[in-house]
């Protein structure tokens, strides 16, 4: 191993990535920012010191903030809220079913979702991992917290993730929301080819009080396949196989397909006041990063 390797904090980019990251940030559309601590407002009025609501407890925060008096009552614990304390929740929903294994698609979706948790802890976020890949019926979960601190636990989390199984992603979103509470953005990180209905989880996720960021990331063989001849195609997750004569002749039918699966996920995000981007696993990082996601307006530097 060389001196520089040693060094290297993650192994999902180098550490001038990483200090470039480090300077940026998410930006919500719906959510206000005290810019002065780096944390969201919940707009419910009053000035910035006022009790604004509860909220239930969750492992790692404040004990000082739980509402004795309710627990002795209710026997559950509740955290008051005041404005300037309300978190914005940065939930990372990572696909890691087999179809990602494809032309680092996952690696993609882990680089992607390693940067937008660093933004978050650093702007005093509270951010969580959830990864669904079919081996279980309960997700992988990178359990919520703020800070520095937590951002080498994060990495570490991504960076050992594997992919494998056959859980279309609108049963990850719903496995997902069994365990989250709180509002803020849900950045989806998925190939999202399924053949499921998502319209029921997209709404799940906005009726949680959670933007919908949808990120597709597509190989360079699925935005631009080059096939012809006659050919059995196998499901990588489902194993089903389908038998195509003269393939050449069925790519328009194919491009069609997949622009209005485009169409209509960037209109499933829009109308719930989220976003959408689809991208390809051929960009370098430093591509999808900056000449993508900050041109879009996801993230600041």
């Not at 069609?256 to 996920?265: V, Y």
């Not at 995000?269 to 993508?292: A, P």
């Amino acid at each position: 191993m060389t001196d520089a390797a040693k060094t290297q904090f993650t192994s999902l980019f180098d550490n001038a990535m990483l200090s470039q990251i480090e300077r940026m940030r998410l930006r919500p559309l719906r959510r206000l920012t005290n810019r002065s601590r780096g944390e969201h407002l919940s707009g419910k009025g009053g000035s910035s010191t006022d009790f604004a609501d509860y909220r239930d407890y969750a492992v790692g925060d404040d004990l000082r903030y739980v509402d004795w008096n309710i627990f002795a009552r209710l026997q559950r614990p509740y955290i008051k809220q005041f404005q300037h304390e309300e978190e914005l929740h940065v939930v990372l929903l990572i696909d890691a079913s087999t179809s990602m294994l494809f032309d680092g698609k996952l690696q993609m979706a882990k680089q992607a979702a390693a940067a937008m948790g660093i933004m978050g802890l650093l702007n005093v976020e509270r951010v969580s991992v959830y990864a669904v890949h079919g081996r279980s019926d309960r997700p992988l979960v990178f359990v919520p917290g703020t800070g520095r601190t937590r951002i080498r636990p994060m990495l570490k989390f991504i960076e050992e993730l594997e992919g494998g199984g056959s859980t279309p992603i609108e049963t990850a979103i719903e496995s997902m929301l069994k365990f989250h509470r709180g509002r803020g953005v849900a950045v989806v990180l998925s190939d999202f080819l399924t053949l499921g209905d998502l319209n029921r989880s997209m709404n799940l996720l906005y009726s949680s009080g959670l933007e919908v960021w949808g990120l597709q990331i597509l190989s360079e063989a699925e935005l631009h396949p080059n096939v012809q001849g006659d050919l059995r195609f196998v499901d990588s997750e489902t194993q089903e196989t389908l038998d195509i004569t003269n393939a050449s002749e069925l790519l328009h039918v194919y491009h069609d397909q997949r622009q209005l699966l485009q169409t209509t996920l960037d209109s499933m995000c829009r109308r719930r006041q989220g976003r959408f981007l689809s991208v390809s696993s051929g960009f370098s990082f430093s591509t999808l990063l900056f000449e993508h996601l900050c041109r879009q307006g996801w993230v600041q530097r």
